[in-house]
């Protein structure tokens, strides 16, 4: 069955500190994977997508189909960055379902 | 943004009465979904629809029913609210498939049921 885990609910760091959001999805087959992110009371909107292979806001993002993650990185947090981040595993073959993950609260102190 | 509304964006309600939340999109996406979004939860799916008329259960859809009669609209029926139903609700659109696909989303209505 389709599945995204996000094992952190919550990340706090310091700006200027790197960031790394963990996700890990099982799929079978060869998963399209998206990050989204939810700013305070804003409707969720895609960060980036990994067939994309594309740097948003200073976010990357690489699947790693050995460790089944898509974990979300940036070198240096800003205090914009603080949100909500939610890993999402779009239909396949088998499901027309977009499954998301838990998501993970990022806070970064000035 | 993409054309998608969803309403009403606030709603408070007595336990026991039917609620019906309704998404409308002006962009004829195939795919709709519902969510609710709770603490510790994340988003997870109730119910969604991949054409007119054509639904499926997510992975929280008891006491959710759903009706798609129009491409446009896909309403969200709690048929006799409780306070375990309250949260915050998403609706999303998409058109999987097309390239640079991705899903858009509403900006959610809040529902308390007392």
């Known amino acids: 069955a389709q599945r995204v885990t996000q094992p952190e609910k919550l990340l706090s760091v310091f700006k200027g500190a790197p960031v790394e959001l963990k996700c890990n999805y099982s799929?079978?087959?060869?998963?399209?994977l998206f990050w989204y992110v939810q700013y305070s009371r804003q409707r969720l909107q895609l960060l980036l997508r990994?067939?994309s292979r594309e740097s948003i806001k200073g976010f990357t993002a690489d699947l790693n189909k050995g460790e089944t993650s898509f974990h979300l990185k940036k070198p240096f947090a800003q205090e914009e960055d603080s949100a909500m981040y939610y890993c999402?595993?779009?239909?396949?073959?088998?499901?027309?379902?977009?499954?998301f993950g838990t998501g993970t609260r990022l806070q970064v102190f000035p | 943004d993409a054309g998608i509304t969803q309403s009403p964006r606030h709603k408070v309600t007595e336990t026991g009465t039917p609620v019906t939340l309704r998404c409308h999109q002006t962009e004829n996406h195939r795919y709709m979904y519902w969510y609710r979004q709770d603490p510790g939860h994340g988003l997870r799916l109730i119910h969604y629809?991949?054409?007119?008329?054509?639904?499926d259960k997510g992975e929280v859809s008891d006491g959710y029913s759903v009706s798609r009669s129009k491409t446009e609209d896909f309403l969200l029926t709690l048929e006799s609210a409780t306070s375990s139903q309250t949260s915050v609700y998403f609706c999303a659109i998409s058109e999987w498939g097309a390239s640079n696909t991705e899903a858009f989303f509403g900006q959610g209505t809040r529902l308390t049921v007392v």
């Open positions: 629809s991949y054409g007119v008329k054509d639904t």
């Open positions: 799929y079978s087959g060869s998963p399209e």
């Open positions: 990994h067939i």
């Open positions: 999402a595993l779009p239909p396949g073959s088998n499901t027309d379902k977009l499954i």
